[in-house]
């Protein structure tokens, strides 16, 4: 990410992304959760939500916390945090702090929550690692980071699919070209490690689909990025109309398996004074 995120960013935000966000929920929201709850997500809790979009996580964070605890939810994009305010609004949560700010720079205080989420995030920063010290800095001891990413060289399809192929090389080439990290979920635990967190463990998921949204989930954010990857030369509007036609068909096709990227969910403490 550049000194403006909001210029380099490649995804939609605000409504129009929302519908996609909502499906990244169905697909990787139920691991993120179960690894929250086995940390110990408590009522009472302080947390933060870095990188927060529509607020997927946010309002279960919130509905888990409850009214004598505190959600602060992040994000650099106004049209994130308006989409976000609506719907804890209409679900009645009133104990979310909304703060559009970047993640290099969050402006809250540190070594204050109890637990400290982020998701798809770093995978679209130029300085991850950066990123991550002011993450991990906001985390109190005996508290906990859970980080969220993916590594793009598991997108996939059985039988191969010349049309996922090329696909997942434009979101390699776009990726290089906005010189962010596509790899990154791999490299979680060292990074973890590297933030001066302590206890890191991993949990990996490589799910794939025969049929429905989930099976069209890349397919959706793609074509969301797809105006990037055009200015930026990496394909016609020629040619990406045409595969937008054949991802539509395999996404049709039941006797085609589309495989996603490698999910990650890594976790990490924030040592004690005693710690040793």
Not at 89 to 96: A, F, T, Y
Request: aromatic fraction near 6%; hydrophobic fraction near 45%.
């Amino acid at each position: 990410m550049a000194s403006n995120p909001v210029s380099t960013y490649p995804l939609a935000t605000g409504e129009v992304a929302a519908a996609r966000l909502a499906l990244i929920e169905c697909v990787c929201g139920p691991l993120g959760r179960e690894v929250m709850r086995s940390l110990g997500v408590l009522p009472g809790m302080r947390v933060a939500d870095i990188g927060c979009g529509t607020g997927e996580t946010t309002r279960w964070l919130a509905s888990q916390v409850g009214q004598r605890g505190e959600v602060a939810a992040v994000d650099f994009s106004a049209d994130q945090l308006r989409v976000t305010r609506k719907r804890l609004d209409l679900e009645g949560h009133r104990n979310v702090r909304l703060i559009e700010a970047s993640a290099y720079s969050t402006g809250l205080p540190k070594a204050a929550f109890d637990m400290v989420h982020c998701r798809f995030l770093l995978c679209h920063l130029e300085r991850p690692a950066e990123a991550l010290e002011e993450i991990a800095s906001l985390v109190k001891p005996g508290g906990w980071l859970v980080c969220l990413d993916f590594d793009v060289r598991g997108l996939q399809t059985f039988p191969p699919a010349a049309c996922y192929a090329r696909m997942r090389e434009l979101i390699e080439t776009n990726g290089r070209g906005r010189k962010v990290d596509y790899e990154i979920a791999v490299k979680l635990p060292s990074m973890l490690a590297s933030a001066g967190l302590a206890n890191i463990d991993v949990q990996c998921f490589h799910p794939a689909y025969l049929r429905g949204e989930e099976k069209r989930l890349w397919e959706y954010t793609f074509m969301e990025a797809s105006p990037t990857m055009v200015a930026a030369g990496h394909i016609s509007a020629l040619e990406l109309a045409q595969l937008a036609r054949e991802l539509g068909a395999a996404a049709e096709d039941e006797r085609l398996m589309v495989v996603h990227p490698l999910y990650a969910v890594c976790w990490g403490q924030r040592p004690r004074p005693d710690h040793r």
